[in-house]
């Protein structure tokens, strides 16, 4: 096992083995993990990289969905979000929320290691890529895994038009 694979929490390794999908450990200085920042100094294109956001409904039974969008686009959190969650309000959740609902610190949340019963939404757009670059429930690696693992994930939903185009 490399450095990088030896920092990823059990619970994303046991899931990125169970799922049967081929999967590279890639070593990320935990002061260049923020996406765009790891894609420059490593040389990946911000089009192959992919991130997790946990929303929230801010009105009504509490409710939270996982997000998985491209890192050049954005979550439509007011419309499509919004929407499919049968709320009112929505918005990001916060670092605490986070931790607690998937057992992840923010900035590290990542698909592998999720709650099975955490909805689990991703943009279309993922799917077309032939490879995803995910955070790896840490900020020292990062996991490049085709999007194919997302169909090996029962609470996985493909959503068309969760995220829109980044502006710029």
């Known amino acids: 096992m490399n450095d990088a694979a030896s920092q990823i929490p059990p619970v994303v390794r046991a899931a990125l083995d169970q799922s049967g999908v081929d999967y590279e450990i890639m ?11 790891f894609c420059a100094h490593y040389g990946h294109a911000m089009e192959d990289s992919a991130n997790a956001i946990l929303v929230k409904s801010k009105t009504g039974e509490e409710k939270f969905v996982a997000c998985v969008l491209l890192a050049t686009t954005r979550l439509d959190v007011n419309n499509v979000i919004r929407k499919k969650m049968g709320a009112r309000k929505v918005s990001f959740a916060d670092p605490k929320e986070t931790r607690r609902v998937t057992g992840m610190a923010l900035g590290g949340v990542t698909p592998p290691g999720l709650p099975p019963e955490l909805p689990l939404w991703v943009d279309s757009r993922v ?14 690696a990062k996991i490049r895994i085709s999007p194919d693992y ?12 969760l995220a829109k185009d980044a502006p710029g």
């Open 27 to 37: 070593a990320c200085d935990p002061e260049l993990a923020d996406t765009a920042t």
């Open 127 to 140: 799917m077309e890529r032939p490879f995803v670059i995910l955070g790896a429930g840490t900020r020292s």
């Open 150 to 161: 997302f169909h090996r994930l029962p609470q996985t939903e493909i959503v068309d038009g």
